[in-house]
């Protein structure tokens, strides 16, 4: 089986989420990533929120498997000597270092693209270039804030809510890696790399699209009568929080089942498709709704649609989210189950598909990682470990021509 | 200027949001992306959450620029035909129907690669094929709940939470659109297309990556330092573990403890809020900039495990030091300080940013019945082209113009007019 990106090199010089998630997944799809990390300590994510006092923490194991390591300070003018060849030699070179610190390095695109004019030059920043923030180190959930996410999450009486999902660092790196392989492509037709810059906010905003199309409609009629502010809230001119409704065309919400009091994820998430309530009102066992006035037309039902919710969570109230979704799913309701984690990391059918995958690594043993959520019916990404601190110094200075002598040199000067 | 994607043909057979996010984005990059669309009606966003009476809604122009519309009805023989012809000259075929549509439209994978061995043929589902809930038709917040997102956003004391970012559908189509990407690659390679699927409960869970991780310390060591239900209180005011990973409100997830903050107006204003990250670096910077000096050697606020216990305290004093500054302003004086933070911005103050217009971000469109509209342009910006992004097209607008392309001549597309077939 061989795999679209074998023989692509790449040089990761990344770390933490954003950048390590990107080349996480071009070497799952046969790139050949090569981790460069400062020696003795590596991404910061090796050491941060361990679960056992002196293994590589699963934060740096879930984001950088199937790579290789290398440890080398960038600072020294060997270790500089030893970057250009690689750079070289590659196809591809990623960073997410703080705004400017790169350069500051002498790696900046102009030097790279000097020393290898078809490298790609991948690199993440917070906000796009010459934004007034654009200086500024950013973390996830200040991609949030400033990508509108955080401005429309949670509930029209709370704050601004973070979401759970990486909006800001797995997110941007799916989003360079499709700046990436866009390029290689763009290559093949020119001969040559190019920069691919990819913020954070812009990352943020491309999922939050919708958002941006309500703020329109607001400014064009003042209200949005999907939101749970119509018809008897107020709206005011940005786009406000609007709790867990559906966000469609459809009304929808997250309910409660029989155990929600002690279990916090016994909840499902429905929704009240115009077409598909005559069934409902049969499934729920309130067969009057369906000629109801007050109950009959989506419009009806919008006026007092927490009412309806609230007697839907009645009939949910001897269920739980598993028998419920059976029976509503059975009348064809767009409905699902609120999977906790705990659920997740054990769902047989997302192990057989290959969505979480169970790695072994020495010496952490056993773990679980987000598998590929791409399925390819020509090749099936193998997931390996990540490489321990250094793992491949010898071959890969070996390969750049060092001998054994040279190498054990660089070694006492600190270099690797 | 060439694109990277020029001279590649792509049949759009995708509705609403995650297949026309993906397509929308391989036209910027220079594919030559025709929509097929029902006839008369169209994708259903033309009509959903319209604006103005009679014109496209922006759910449409958003997700539609820079493609071509032909209408076909794929029901009728000549329809058939006409989708036969094109799959056999495209190079990728994307579709996001509900699970066996297309199968029982007479497409299957295997009829469309014997049509064409080199098409790479890519699909968004709710859940992956073979999983218990294949069946079921999956929407944006159902992904949600289905991929870890739900259950994890939202405060301790709350119920699941759903996110307003498109995390089922805009994001499974960029995850679609980094398959198919990679199968062109392939393609070069190997010779010939294949098959890409995602389902939206994978590409949730994909940015769900990090409580899958904290799930598995949670199981081996019984709580989560960096949540706010650590450490445990016998009040409970925060909340307490169990043995799923808890929602953990505002919290900085990452080892830096941060939280969103109210500024001066936040009782009027909704988004009058910073984020303020306390990063265990810049602790001294950050006492002096909230002018408390006196914290920086306390013992009881000297390093992050001292910090843990009474952080909300420590948020509380600099909401007090928040009350009298704008979100702009505190952020003005807190960036000098290397202070990670930011205001919360609403849709309207991003959609007036000048710096977002300037990036390319935000863009200015004209449509050809709406005037102008803005929308979200592309987030990756590349050094050796500019996507130029256009408006969406109308319904069937280049029906005659598609079909002549396939060597119909005006008789027969008149015919097929006749028939409905288009």
């Not at chain 1, 958002?211 to 749970?228: A, F, H, I, S």
């Not at chain 2, 805009?170 to 392939?186: F, K, V």
Request: proline share 6%; aromatic share 8%; charged share 25%.
């Amino acid at each position: 089986m061989s795999l679209p990106l074998e023989g692509i090199k790449v040089v990761d010089f990344t770390g933490v989420q954003a950048g390590p998630s990107c080349t996480q997944m071009l070497a799952w799809f046969g790139a050949d990533v090569l981790k460069v990390e400062l020696p003795g300590k590596g991404d910061i994510t090796r050491s941060q929120l361990r679960d056992y006092p002196d293994l590589d923490g699963l934060y740096f194991t879930m984001l950088n498997s199937n790579k290789k390591s290398l440890e080398l300070n960038t600072k020294t003018p060997e270790g500089k000597k030893i970057l250009e060849q690689l750079i070289k030699e590659s196809d591809i070179f990623v960073e997410n270092f703080a705004p400017g610190a790169v350069e500051r390095m002498g790696f900046g695109w102009d030097h790279i693209h000097e020393l290898n004019p078809r490298i790609i030059y991948g690199t993440i920043k917070g906000f796009p270039e010459n934004s007034p923030f654009s200086h500024l180190k950013v973390y996830e959930d200040i991609a949030q804030c400033a990508g509108g996410s955080a401005s429309t999450t949670g509930f029209p009486d709370g704050p601004p809510t973070i979401s759970a999902a990486a909006l800001g660092d797995s997110n941007t790196g799916m989003h360079l890696l499709i700046g990436i392989l866009t390029a290689l492509i763009h290559r093949e037709k020119t001969g040559e790399g190019q920069k691919v810059y990819m913020s954070m906010q812009d990352a943020v905003l491309n999922l939050c699209r919708v958002k941006l199309r309500d703020q329109e409609r607001l400014e064009n009629t003042g209200v949005l009568k999907e939101y749970p502010q119509y018809p008897n809230g107020k709206f005011g001119d940005t786009v406000p929080r609007s709790g867990n409704s559906s966000g469609g065309g459809s009304a929808g919400w997250v309910l409660k089942c029989k155990n929600w009091k002690t279990d916090s994820n016994d909840y499902i998430y429905i929704i009240l498709q115009a077409w598909g309530w005559k069934k409902l009102c049969d499934a729920i066992g309130k067969p009057e709704w369906k000629t109801d006035p007050a109950y009959a037309t989506p419009e009806a039902r919008g006026k007092h649609i927490f009412d309806v919710f609230d007697e839907i969570e009645k009939w949910l109230s001897d269920k739980d989210k598993y028998q419920a979704v059976v029976e509503l799913g059975k009348a064809d309701v767009p409905v699902g189950p609120v999977l906790s984690m705990k659920e997740i990391a054990h769902d047989p059918s997302l192990r057989e598909n290959g969505s979480v995958v169970e790695v072994t690594e020495e010496p952490r043993g056993k773990y679980l990682t987000v598998g590929c959520p791409m399925k390819f019916s020509a090749f099936t990404p193998n997931i390996t470990g990540a490489p321990l601190l250094g793992a491949n110094n010898n071959e890969v200075l070996n390969h750049l021509g060092y001998s054994a002598d040279q190498i054990a040199e660089l070694r006492k000067k600190g270099v690797v | 200027m060439s694109l990277p994607l020029e001279g590649i043909k792509i049949i759009d057979f995708t509705g609403v949001q995650a297949g026309p996010a993906c397509t929308q984005m391989l036209a910027w990059f220079g594919a030559d992306v025709i929509k097929v669309e029902r006839p008369g009606t169209g994708d259903s966003t033309r009509h959903q959450l319209r604006d103005i009476p009679d014109v496209d809604a922006l759910y449409f122009t958003m997700l539609n620029s820079n493609k071509r519309s032909l209408t076909l009805n794929t029901k009728t023989a000549e329809g058939k035909e006409v989708l036969e012809k094109m799959i056999r000259e495209s190079d990728v075929m994307v579709e996001n129907f509900g699970p066996g549509a297309l199968d029982r439209m007479g497409f299957t994978w295997e009829h469309i690669q014997k049509l064409n061995p080199k098409i790479i043929f890519a699909s968004v589902k709710g859940f992956s094929e073979g999983h218990p809930y294949s069946d079921i038709k999956v929407y944006e917040n159902v992904a949600q709940c289905a991929g870890g997102s739900a259950s994890t956003t939202g405060f301790w004391d709350g119920p699941p939470t759903i996110s307003a970012a498109a995390l089922g559908d805009s994001n499974s189509g960029m995850h679609l659109a980094i398959g198919i990407l990679t199968a062109l690659i392939g393609r070069e390679k190997a010779g010939k297309g294949q098959k890409v699927a995602v389902s939206m409960q994978d590409c949730v869970l994909n940015l769900c990556r990090v409580k899958l991780r904290d799930q598995q310390r949670l199981d081996r060591l019984g709580y989560l330092e960096e949540y706010p239900q650590y450490p445990i209180r016998a009040d409970g005011l925060y909340g307490t573990f169990s043995d799923v990973v808890p929602r953990d409100g505002n919290a900085g997830g990452g080892g830096q403890p941060g939280w969103v903050l109210k500024c001066k107006g936040w009782e009027s204003d909704p988004n009058a809020y910073i984020y303020f990250t306390i990063q265990d670096t810049d602790w001294g910077p950050t006492c002096r900039a909230l002018g408390k000096q006196e914290w920086i050697d306390d013992p009881t606020f000297a390093t992050p495990k001292a910090r843990q216990p009474h952080i909300f305290k420590i948020f509380d004093a600099i909401e007090v030091w928040l009350a009298d500054k704008t979100k702009f302003e505190a952020v003005d004086i807190l960036r000098k300080f290397n202070i990670p933070c930011s205001p919360v911005l609403s849709m309207k103050e991003i959609e007036n940013d000048p710096a977002l217009r300037a990036s390319g971000t935000i863009v200015e469109v004209s449509h050809k019945e709406r005037g102008t509209y803005l929308t979200v342009g592309s987030p990756m910006k590349f050094s050796d082209f500019k996507p130029k992004i256009t408006g969406s097209p109308l319904l069937g607008e280049h029906t005659d113009e598609v079909l002549a392309s396939l060597g119909y001549n005006r008789e027969q597309i008149a015919n097929l007019h006749k028939v409905k077939a288009v």
